[in-house]
T-cell receptor, first 113, second 118 residues
């Protein structure tokens, strides 16, 4: 049951350039989306979120875009830094069950110096 | 910055043994969760807990699993009779409120307890 999909298992980007991580979902009931970053042997760390009533949310170098009609969201990191190298998980929830998150499989981002 | 803490960081146990994983959620949080990640797979929801009872659970959370808040600070996950396929990283998480959509609330994760069943 792949309700949240991250089709790119890995992405390499040069330092200073933009990183774009993509996520697709199938359940139209999802109305809140989050991005988490995870280093090996650590728990997921919350990065940024977006409600379905918005199409963009920005926090510093991180911007999340939501395209509800395409059931697609993306995370933009500008400029990318070597410390951004980690696995990025997209997660979704819906108001009827706001207590749990459905995660994607993650994308390993490597930012090359 | 407040954080969710988990113990042990790593536990090796024999198949059939009982395991208790412990968590101290963030102090003003009211909602508690367990997730797990089998090596190479997705992070999966197990259970959520509020007001001393289970709010929701996934199909993974069968009768072998139980959760408890034995005092005002700890939140535990017990696996009664471990199986090889229970080997995974178990993440505890907590949130201040229910309802993520409009409140800016979010779920914060601990660093995980790595369980190896042999």
């Amino acid at each position: 049951d792949q309700q949240v999909k991250q089709n790119s298992p890995s992405l390499s980007v040069q330092e200073g350039r933009i990183s774009i991580l993509n996520c697709d979902y199938t359940n139209s009931m999802f109305d809140y989306f989050l991005w988490y970053k995870k280093y090996p042997a650590e728990g997921p760390t919350f990065l940024i979120s977006i409600s379905s009533i918005k199409d963009k949310n920005e926090d510093g170098r991180f911007t999340v875009f939501l395209n509800k009609s395409a059931k697609h969201l993306s995370l933009h990191i500008v400029p990318s830094q070597p410390g951004d190298s980690a696995v990025y998980f997209c997660a979704a929830s819906f108001s009827g069950s706001a207590r749990q998150l459905t995660f994607g499989s993650g994308t390993q981002l490597t930012v090359l110096p | 910055e407040p954080e969710v803490t988990q113990t042990p960081s790593h536990q090796v146990t024999q198949m059939g043994q009982e395991v208790i994983l412990r968590c101290v959620p963030i102090s003003n949080h009211l909602y508690f969760y367990w997730y797990r990640q089998i090596l190479g797979q997705k992070v999966e929801f197990l259970v959520s807990f509020y007001n001393n009872e289970i709010s929701e659970k996934s199909e993974i959370f069968d009768d072998q699993f139980s959760v408890e808040r034995p005092d005002g600070s700890n939140f535990t996950l017990k696996i009664r009779s471990t199986k090889l396929e229970d080997s995974a990283m178990y993440f505890c998480a907590s949130s201040e409120k229910v309802g993520l959509r409009f409140t800016g609330n979010t779920i914060y994760f601990g660093e995980g307890s790595w369980l190896t069943v042999v």
